[in-house]
C-alpha cells in the first residue's frame, strides 16, 4: 500500500458484508497516511469482485493511478433490489468484475447504472475479455472495460474521465450543457435506389480531407444501410448500438464506437447482424446533439427515410442534401417533397443533386427538370455506371481517385467549405490556419 493519502479497504468475507458496508459511513483516512488532496480525492471507489487476485490487481493499480479512496468487496452483493442503491450512494464510482458470474455482474452493473445519477460512473473488469461481453456490459450501461495488465496510465485516463463526470454539478447532469456546435448536413433520397449512400460517402471523405476537419458520418438508413459497404470497413459496434444507449450517450461513448476510416473519416455505420431498432425522435435527436459536441463536421445518410423529417436531422441542419434522378417518379417525389418541407421560412437550406446525370437523359430537359423540382438543381453529379460499379467492388470511395463524379462532389465540398469560411475572411481570419 502506498504511504500517500489512499484509503484502502481491505475485502470483506461474509455474503452481507457488501450490503452492510455500503450502509456505514466509508473509511475517510488511515492511520499514518498523508492527508494532502491526490489527484483524483473528489472519487470514491467500490471494487467489487469475488476474485482475490485479480482484485488486489486492481486494487494495486488503481493506488498506482492516483485514486484516493478506494473500497474493496470480495462478494457480490447477496440482494441486487436495495443495495445498488446503497452502493452509489456512498460512492461515485463503482468497479465490478464480470469473470466470477458475468450474468450476476451484469445485472448489479445494469441496476447500479439505474440507481446512480448521471455524474456517477460505472466500470468492469475482466482477465477473460469477449467482444458479446463487452457488447452486453456496454448496453447495461458500463462506461468502461478493464482488462489485465492494469496500467497506471491507462486506468488514470478512466479516472480523469470519471472525474470529469463527477464535476459537473447535479442540477446540470441532465441537461445538454455542452454546445452542440459542429456543422450537420443530411442527405435525403427522392427515392431508394438514388444513390445517396454513393454520393454521402464520397463527399464525407472528401470533406474530411480537404477541410483537416474532424469529420463523423452516421448511417441511419436503417435497417438496411450500406455506409460501411461501400467504405470497406467492419464495424464492430452499430448505430444501433448509439441509439440504444442514447439515455448515456456522451462523446466518450460516441467515440468508443465509431471506426475511422483510412482517409481520416469518422464513421457510425451499421454492422452485418440485422437489428430492426431504428430509433425514437429522442434517441435520434440525442445521437445527433452528442455528435455535434464532438465533431466539427457531422454528415448523415437517412436514405428516403421520411419518417426522420420531424427530428434535429432537419431541424438543425445547415444543409439538406435531396439526392435524386433525372427520371419521372424521383422527379415527381422530389417535388412532393420540396414543397412539404422545404416552402417555408423556416425550412431548412435545400441543395438538390441530380445523381447519374446525363446530358441527353432520355427526354426529360433541364428546362423540364427546373419545371418539376421549382427550382434548379445546384449539382449534377455524371452518370459514370463503370467507375461507380468499380468503387463499390473494392470498396474505394470515389473521392480519393480522379474521376468527373469526384470532381463535383469535390467543387460541391469546395463550395461548403468556402461559404462557411466567407465570415472569417472579412475579419481577416483563416478558417483552417
Known amino acids: ?58 486494487a494495486r493499480a488503481l493506488i498506482g493511478s492516483g485514486a484516493d479512496e478506494v473500497h474493496a468487496f470480495s462478494t457480490y452483493p447477496p440482494s441486487l433490489d436495495d443495495t445498488p442503491a446503497l452502493l452509489m450512494e456512498m460512492h461515485n464510482v463503482a468497479i465490478i468484475e464480470l469473470d466470477t458470474d458475468p450474468e450476476l455482474a451484469i445485472d448489479l452493473v445494469e441496476r447500479a447504472v439505474g440507481a446512480a445519477p448521471a455524474t456517477s460512473t460505472v466500470m468492469v473488469y475482466s482477465a477473460k475479455p469477449q467482444s458479446d461481453l463487452l457488447l452486453r456490459c456496454m448496453r447495461a450501461g458500463a462506461r468502461e472495460f478493464l482488462v489485465p495488465p492494469f496500467g ?20 446540470d447532469s441532465g441537461n445538454e450543457k455542452a454546445t452542440a456546435k459542429g456543422r450537420l448536413l443530411t442527405f435525403i433520397g427522392a427515392k431508394g435506389g438514388s444513390g445517396v449512400t454513393t454520393v454521402a460517402c464520397n463527399f464525407a ?54 471506426v475511422t476510416h483510412s482517409s481520416g473519416l469518422s464513421v457510425l455505420a451499421t454492422t452485418g447482424k440485422l437489428s430492426l431498432h431504428q430509433g425514437t425522435p429522442d434517441e435520434i435527436n440525442k ?16 436514405g428516403a427515410r421520411l419518417d426522420l423529417t420531424e427530428t434535429a436531422l432537419f431541424r438543425k441542419a445547415s444543409t ?45 430537359s433541364d428546362a423540364a427538370i427546373t419545371r418539376a423540382l421549382t427550382r434548379s438543381p445546384q449539382w449534377k453529379v455524371p452518370n459514370d455506371f463503370n467507375t461507380v460499379r468499380q468503387m463499390q467492388i473494392n470498396a474505394t470511395p470515389l473521392a480519393l481517385a480522379n474521376s468527373p463524379v469526384s470532381r463535383e462532389i469535390g467543387r460541391m465540398v469546395k463550395s461548403l467549405v468556402v461559404d462557411h469560411a466567407e465570415p472569417e475572411k472579412k475579419k481577416g481570419f483563416s478558417l483552417f490556419g
Not at 496510465?153 to 463526470?165: I, K
Not at 445521437?287 to 437517412?302: G, K, M, R, S, Y
Open 152 to 171: 497506471y496510465s491507462l486506468l488514470s485516463e478512466s479516472l480523469q474521465r470519471a472525474a470529469a463526470r463527477q464535476a459537473l454539478e447535479e442540477s
Open 205 to 258: 471523405v472528401s470533406l474530411a480531407q480537404s477541410s483537416k476537419q474532424s469529420t463523423l458520418l452516421i448511417d441511419l438508413d436503417l435497417p438496411f444501410g450500406d455506409v460501411a459497404l461501400n467504405l470497406g470497413l467492419i464495424p464492430e459496434y452499430s448505430t444501433v448500438n448509439a441509439l440504444q444507449s442514447a439515455e448515456r450517450l456522451d462523446s466518450n461513448l460516441l467515440k468508443s464506437l465509431v
Open 287 to 302: 445521437l445527433i446533439t452528442v455528435a455535434q459536441q464532438t465533431f466539427e463536421n457531422v454528415i448523415v445518410d437517412i
Open 320 to 364: 439538406v442534401y435531396l439526392v435524386t434522378q433525372a427520371g419521372i417518379p424521383e422527379l415527381r417525389n422530389s417535388n412532393r417533397l420540396i414543397s412539404g418541407f422545404f416552402n417555408e421560412p423556416e425550412s431548412p437550406k435545400l441543395e438538390v443533386i441530380i445523381n447519374r446525370y446525363e446530358d441527353k437523359a432520355f427526354s426529360v
Open 1 to 58: 500500500m502506498s504511504s500517500s493519502q489512499m484509503k484502502y479497504e481491505s475485502s470483506m468475507s461474509s455474503p452481507d458484508a457488501l450490503h452492510e458496508a455500503v450502509a456505514e459511513e466509508p473509511v475517510r483516512a488511515q492511520s499514518g497516511a498523508s492527508q494532502v488532496p491526490g489527484p483524483f480525492d473528489e472519487l470514491t471507489i467500490a471494487l467489487i469482485g469475488p476474485g482475490d487476485a485479480l482484485r488486489n490487481d486492481m
